[in-house]
């Protein structure tokens, strides 16, 4: 893994910033962790006076508890967490929740269930909830495929055979069980994973600069955290 900062200067560290609200004044959107009783900019104007266009907002964190999503695509680092520890670089690891919310995911040591551990993830809905005998079937198809020798350890590869393949080939099965187009690595990622991932890019690097500074400042309208 690389980018991480060392040891000691993670001990320093303030703790980040991970409940972000949003509110307008002085003609500029203002991001914080907490609702100021007046305009950080002008020092004028507390809360109780802005209109409703200037009135905070709670801003959606983009991370969910994977054992808590049944059914989804779920992405986490591979060592850590998103905030406070991902740097954006580092390796990212992939699986597929059952259910119940268990993860069932791949790596070189073979195929593994876990009930802990995904607490913080980037998660995509895999099935509609008015489905329910793809719901009522789907722990089955998942253990079918997560037994099949292909998963073995020796056969894993981090370039060829890895997570992502692992979850991709359960995701494939199940369109082609129903008749419906499969998905390539790239066609998936493009359309349902990098989406999230932008956004959750975008919440982390705000959470970062209200850490640093209590309030982040932009253009109004500009949307440029949210878009």
Partial sequence: MTGYRDHEEQKTMVPLATSLVKF??????????????KCPICGGNPVSSWDV??????????????????????????QGRFI??????????????????????????????????WEQCVSVPLVPPDQYALIHQWDSYLEEISSAGKWLSYRYDEQNHNCYTFALTFINSLLHLQGMKTFSKDEFTEKFVLPRTRR????????????????????QFRNSILG
């Fill in 24 to 37: 307008t004044h002085c003609e500029k959107d203002i991001y914080s962790s907490f609702v100021p009783q």
């Fill in 84 to 117: 406070g520890e991902y740097d954006g670089f580092s390796d990212l690891h992939v699986g597929i929740t059952s259910s119940k919310g268990i993860v069932h995911h791949y790596n070189e040591s073979g195929i593994h269930k876990d009930s802990t551990g």
């Fill in 53 to 78: 266009e200037q009135a905070p907002i709670t801003i959606p964190c983009p991370f969910s508890n994977a054992h808590s999503e049944k059914c989804c695509f779920v992405l986490k680092p591979t």
């Fill in 200 to 219: 959750a890019s975008k919440y982390i690097t705000l959470c970062h600069q209200v850490t640093k500074n209590a309030f982040y400042i932009t253009d």
